[in-house]
């Protein structure tokens, strides 16, 4: 059975997480991804020693970061900055539909890898970048990490209460927001392709995607010139649109934004009948208006039993949106995660069984899988050179010699 990229070739000449990333979502469909890497420095990710405070190696038995950005591609080593290097990698470029990079605005054409050379060799060819603040502007050349992104892009303000100190959201968050909307590019100019028969360069930046990733409150600013703020846990206008702790420590999440709709039998579910016709809770206004007493009210009801037991009541009792507050730990054996396999199970020839992220996506007709682990350094040079380039073991070997591969 084809997978749905089943015949598109990607050059991956990527590096850390925005690009892999970009390049791994079309791995997982069924493109062919040969990642390009440095024949002395390769991708820096692979060097990870620790992620989130764990030590690579002795806590944890792989590199998380570099396997889950690289999984399902081949890897080539080639030095760039060598005129066989160029020969080389422009046959690859001949016969492939895709390159994706995110290097600096002036490495590419410094090194004669850029759109305007490469689209010569290859018209069809579709150029993707992944940058760091868009093409254009007195910055377009700057280079940024994720957490410069999630600062510039103003996310770390809208993320807090007021009176909190500006707060980093997960690490990696603008790499995997950058990475998706460069993948969803790509696959639209392929899409295009079909129709025009020509290639073109798309280009995705972090700050941009973190600027689309916030587009109510962005918008919302712009055109009220107003800062939105959270507001604390204790000062929700619609108390069940919220989260509450549970007696076993655990917390339950409330999301039922139409709060007059549910809030009658809701009350009821939860035996607090009482709340049913108490004046503060008539309509949603004046629910808002007393909002902290009726949240500290829903606090101490909502303490008697556990998160687990909750959710079941409320569940039962009827159409309510409710679920379990997870730990990163309890998402493992989510029943949901389980059943759509969103971990799943992956031997690995260096360590054997290892757990990772599945693709998100499904298909009822050509679905995806994880299909081989992320490459050794240089694992597919021979087999690629050979396959894609038409060179012989001789060449290959000459290759070597004089440092190409």
């Not at 989130?52 to 002795?58: S, T």
């Not at 028969?197 to 700050?207: A, Y």
Request: with cysteine; proline share 5%.
């Amino acid at each position: 059975m084809t997978m749905p990229l089943e015949g598109i070739r990607v050059l991956d000449w990527t590096q850390w997480q925005q690009g892999p990333v970009s390049s791994v979502f079309l791995a997982d469909l069924g493109a062919d991804v040969i990642k390009v890497e440095h024949r002395v420095q390769g991708d820096p990710g692979r060097g990870m020693k620790f992620l989130l405070g764990i030590a690579v190696g002795q806590e944890l038995t792989f590199n998380t970061y570099f396997e889950s950005h690289n999984r399902n591609k081949r890897g080539i080593t080639l030095d760039l900055s060598k005129e066989k290097g160029l020969e080389v990698f422009y046959r690859l470029v001949e016969r492939s539909d895709v390159l994706v990079q995110n290097f600096r605005q002036h490495v590419p054409a410094k090194l004669k890898v850029d759109y305007e050379t490469l689209s010569k060799i290859n018209p069809r060819l579709i150029y993707a970048v992944g940058s760091s603040f868009g093409p254009e502007g007195p910055e377009a050349g700057d280079t940024a990490m994720d957490m410069i992104a999630q600062a510039r892009s103003g996310i770390m303000s809208t993320i807090i209460c007021a009176g909190e100190p500006p707060r980093l959201g997960q690490q990696g968050m603008a790499d995997q927001v950058g990475a998706t909307h460069l993948a969803m590019a790509i696959l639209a100019a392929l899409v295009a392709r079909e129709k025009t028969g020509r290639g073109q360069k798309v280009e995705v930046s972090l700050l941009g995607s973190m600027c689309w990733f916030q587009q109510i409150p962005l918008t919302l600013v712009a055109n009220v010139d107003m800062i939105p703020q959270l507001r604390p846990r204790s000062e929700q206008v619609n108390p069940i649109w919220n989260y509450y702790p549970c007696s076993d420590g655990n917390w339950v999440m409330l999301s039922m934004l139409q709060s007059d709709r549910y809030w009658a039998d809701f009350c009821r579910v939860i035996g607090r009948e009482d709340l049913v016709t108490d004046p503060r809770c008539e309509n949603m206004f004046t629910r808002g208006e007393h909002c902290k007493a009726i949240i500290e009210e829903l606090d101490r009801t909502f303490l008697t039993k556990s998160r687990d037991e909750w959710v079941k009541l409320i569940k039962e009792g009827g159409d309510f949106i409710v679920g379990p507050v997870n730990t990163i730990f309890e998402v493992i054996d989510d029943p949901q995660v389980l059943a759509n396999k969103y971990v799943a199970d992956f031997d690995l020839p260096s360590c054997g069984s290892v757990k990772i992220v599945n693709s998100p996506f499904h298909f009822s007709e050509t679905p995806v899988e994880i299909r081989m682990p992320a490459p050794e350094f240089g694992q597919h040079t021979e087999e690629v050179l050979m396959e894609l380039g038409g060179y012989t073991w001789e060449e290959i070997e000459k290759l070597r010699v004089e440092e190409i591969i």
